[in-house]
C-alpha cells in the first residue's frame, strides 16, 4: 500500500520558504529559535519573576517608626555598656589572679 504524504507548497508549485510554515525542511533559523537566544530569554524571564517577587515582598514589610527604631538603639547601647562592663571586671580579675599566682 502506498502512503501519500501531505507537503506544502506555494501557488507556482515552488518549495516554501521559511514563512511558510517549514515544511519540508530538517531546520531552518528562521522557522527555530536559537537555543542561545531560548537560553537567554528563559533566563531573562527567571530575572524579571524574582524582581516582582521581590516587589510583592516588600509590599507585605511593616517598617518600624522613627520611635521604635530610636527605643531599640537604646535597648542595643545600654546592653553593649552592660557587656563591655561586665567583661572588663572580669578581665581585671583574671589579670590580678594570674599576677599573683605567677609571682
Do not use: Y
Not at 29 to 44: D, G, I, S, T, Y
Not at 81 to 92: P, Q, S, W, Y
Amino acid at each position: 500500500m502506498l502512503q501519500s504524504r501531505t507537503q506544502a507548497s506555494s501557488s507556482n508549485g515552488r518549495a516554501p520558504d521559511s514563512k511558510s510554515g517549514c515544511w519540508g525542511f530538517e531546520s531552518l533559523l528562521a522557522c527555530h529559535f536559537n537555543p542561545v537566544q531560548k537560553e537567554a530569554h528563559r533566563m531573562f524571564k527567571k530575572i524579571m519573576d524574582f524582581f516582582t517577587d521581590v516587589k510583592l515582598e516588600l509590599k507585605k514589610v511593616v517598617f518600624p517608626t522613627k520611635k521604635e527604631v530610636i527605643g531599640s538603639t537604646w535597648v542595643v547601647i545600654v546592653t553593649v555598656l552592660i557587656a563591655a562592663f561586665f567583661l572588663g571586671l572580669v578581665d581585671t580579675a583574671l589579670g590580678r589572679l594570674m599576677t599573683l599566682a605567677f609571682r
